[in-house]
């Protein structure tokens, strides 16, 4: 049984380009969060999705950054204009109810806007 | 709100030395509670979680932490440290109802020295 998948584990891209970073769940799992680590800083939670829904996106940016997960495919977070404060890592974890079970998660896609 | 404060972001001990990491919470709610560790450029991984049963929590590599609650606090420790251990330890507790998203400490860096 695979672990949560993320990819690309490392993204460059140049000011104003888009970043698309993707996470596929474990088996089994219907629920994705999105956490961003910045520099120096702890995990801050972005976006809470299941299959089709956008459950919880209160911590989202409210410009340029948007998530989904399909019904079917991997869930998608999408960097439209990015700048150099988007540089971090972009962690992406799965849990199989969303309640009272562990979250798992991937390694991370280390974003770099020069 | 809840939140998650860690004293210390960085601590350095020697090796075969007594590994304490500290986290203070504020909850209005009972809380779950979870300790992660970080290898470089790696995801997250589960070290233990306080779920509301034995206040004395048993974890992964020697690990263990309890829950305080007269002190809201929830130390990392274990008695002897080892090379390996060299890591960044976040902390965080679970919000629970609706998302039951997590909210992280900023993370301690855990230098063992030979």
């Known amino acids: 049984n695979a672990g949560v998948m993320q990819n690309p584990r490392h993204l460059v891209r140049r000011r104003g380009q888009e970043a698309r970073l993707r996470c596929s769940p474990m088996?089994?799992?219907?629920?994705v969060y999105w956490y961003r680590q910045l520099p120096e800083e702890g995990l801050k939670f972005m976006v809470y999705?299941?299959?089709?829904?956008?459950?919880?996106e209160s911590g989202m940016p409210k410009e340029r950054f948007s998530a989904e997960f399909p019904k079917e495919g991997p869930s998608i977070l999408r960097i439209q204009q990015v700048v150099r404060g988007d540089s971090a890592a972009y962690f992406c974890?799965?849990?199989?109810?969303?309640?009272?079970?562990?979250?798992?998660f991937g390694q991370g896609t280390r974003l770099t806007v020069v | 709100a809840q939140s998650v404060t860690q004293l210390g972001s960085h601590v350095s001990v020697s090796e075969g030395a007594l590994v304490l990491l500290r986290c203070n919470y504020s909850?209005?709610?009972?809380?779950?509670l979870f300790w992660y560790v970080q290898y470089p450029n790696q995801g997250l991984q589960l070290l233990l979680k306080?779920?509301?049963?034995?206040?004395l929590v048993k974890g992964i590599n020697g690990f263990e932490a309890e829950f305080k609650k007269s002190e809201t606090s929830f130390h990392l420790t274990k008695p002897s440290a080892h090379m390996s251990d060299a890591a960044e330890y976040f902390c965080?507790?679970?919000?629970?109802?609706?998302?039951?998203?997590?909210?992280f400490g900023k993370g301690t860096k855990l230098t063992v020295n030979p």
């Open positions: 088996k089994g799992h219907s629920h």
């Open positions: 306080y779920t509301s049963a034995a206040t």
């Open positions: 965080a507790v679970r919000i629970s109802g609706g998302s039951e998203k997590l909210v």
């Open positions: 999705l299941q299959k089709e829904n956008i459950i919880d």
């Open positions: 974890a799965s849990s199989p109810t969303g309640v009272n079970t562990e979250a798992f």
């Open positions: 909850s209005s709610v009972p809380p779950y």
